[in-house]
């Protein structure tokens, strides 16, 4: 039993320091890890299929050519999650984001991934901003086939400010990315108001009224 709860802590040490310095995921040292979600044993997130029961369709996804996942009712985008158990321990993300006509996918950020994506239809206003304290916005209006690049942790936004529909496919850097709202992270918390209020260099009132927006409802 100890030498089971030594072996243990091994374990977890040497995977929380077996990629040194670097930022990214760690790289796998086996074929595959298909994610088995119907194990109880977690490691890195989910557990691994038996290779011997690993099938072609573990590594497939159909239905990115179409969305129908989380629509945001405030902002207008929807976003499919392409779910690859295959994908497990790769490193990678993919999803399908579609913007209505005047939609928006709000300045965000995601902590451990850069991210590319693909204009699949229609055009959009996509940039991000570089960190403090140049602040400068790298942006293009990107039409079908275009393929713009945000680099790790830095805060973008897409912006379909034309007339038809756009769908984009994003690729990420990390299975796991993170999402940052930066609206939600200030306005949708507890962050007491008078603080808030000196953040951004204005009154409680401003902020009360922002706030009031980003409630749950
Ligand atoms: C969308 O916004 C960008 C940036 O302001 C601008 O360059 C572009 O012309 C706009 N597109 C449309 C269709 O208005």
Do not use: W
């Amino acid at each position: 039993m100890a030498a089971a709860a030594l072996l243990l802590v091994a374990a977890l040490v040497a995977l929380g320091s077996g990629h040194g310095g670097e930022a990214f995921d760690p790289n796998p040292l086996q074929d595959f890890c298909v994610a088995d979600s119907t194990s109880k044993v977690r490691v890195n997130g989910l557990s691994c299929k038996d290779p011997a029961a690993v099938v072609s369709d573990n590594f497939f996804f159909a239905g990115a050519d179409k969305l129908h996942d989380t629509t945001s009712e405030r902002y207008g985008y929807s976003a499919l999650t392409v779910q690859i158990p295959g994908l497990n321990t790769q490193g990678q993300r993919y999803a399908r984001i579609d913007l209505a006509p005047g939609a928006i996918f709000p300045p965000h950020y995601h902590p451990r991934a850069a991210e590319t994506a693909l204009v699949l239809e229609g055009s959009v206003y996509f940039g991000f901003v570089s960190s403090y304290p140049d602040n400068k916005l790298f942006a293009k209006v990107l039409s079908k086939g275009d393929v713009f690049a945000v680099p790790q942790g830095l805060m973008h936004f897409l912006y379909n400010n034309g007339t038809a529909p756009t769908a984009l496919y994003a690729s990420l850097t990390s299975q796991d990315p993170g999402l940052v709202l930066l609206a939600d992270a200030l306005f949708a918390g507890t962050l007491p108001d008078d603080l808030l209020a000196k953040t951004l260099l204005t009154d409680k009132h401003t902020v009360d009224n922002i706030r009031a927006n980003f409630r749950p409802s």
